[in-house]
């Protein structure tokens, strides 16, 4: 499985950026996906999730309302838009592919039930 992240980059608080992140290997469409961001010295930590047939998302308080996660099976993408951006999501971003198919259940948080990982992209925003 191969997870390639795209369209990071420096961007001036209030805005925005999208990424992308393009999946092979696996029958995207069966697995739910999310996006997780690490900042220099602290743990990486969940931002986004979609379901597998990307009905149901969840976010993490600190980017609700301002970031959107989307997905296209017949692609095999998922993007992260991202919109007033703030200094404090600067951060390497990174999708991941959830462990079980067909999940139906609460979208994860946690990366430890993530099993495929991108490379990640750099997101700095400045202030």
């Known amino acids: 499985v191969q997870l390639v992240e795209s369209g990071g980059g420096l961007v001036q608080a209030g805005g925005s950026l999208r990424l992308s992140c393009a999946a092979s290997?696996?029958?995207?469409?069966?697995?739910?996906m999310a996006w997780f961001r690490q900042a220099p010295g602290k743990e990486r930590e969940f931002v986004a999730g979609?379901?597998?047939?990307?009905?149901?998302?969840y976010y993490a308080d600190s980017v609700k309302g301002r970031f959107t996660i989307s997905r296209d099976n017949a692609r095999s993408t998922v993007a992260l838009q991202m919109n007033d951006l703030k200094p404090e999501d600067t951060a390497v971003y990174y999708c991941?592919?959830?462990?079980?198919?067909?999940?139906?259940?609460?979208?994860?948080?946690?990366?430890?039930?993530?099993?495929?990982w991108g490379q990640g992209t750099q997101v700095t925003v400045s202030s």
């Open positions: 991941a592919t959830d462990r079980r198919a067909l999940y139906g259940g609460s979208i994860r948080t946690f990366h430890s039930d993530y099993d495929y």
């Open positions: 290997g696996r029958t995207f469409s069966m697995y739910g």
């Open positions: 979609i379901r597998w047939n990307g009905v149901g998302t």
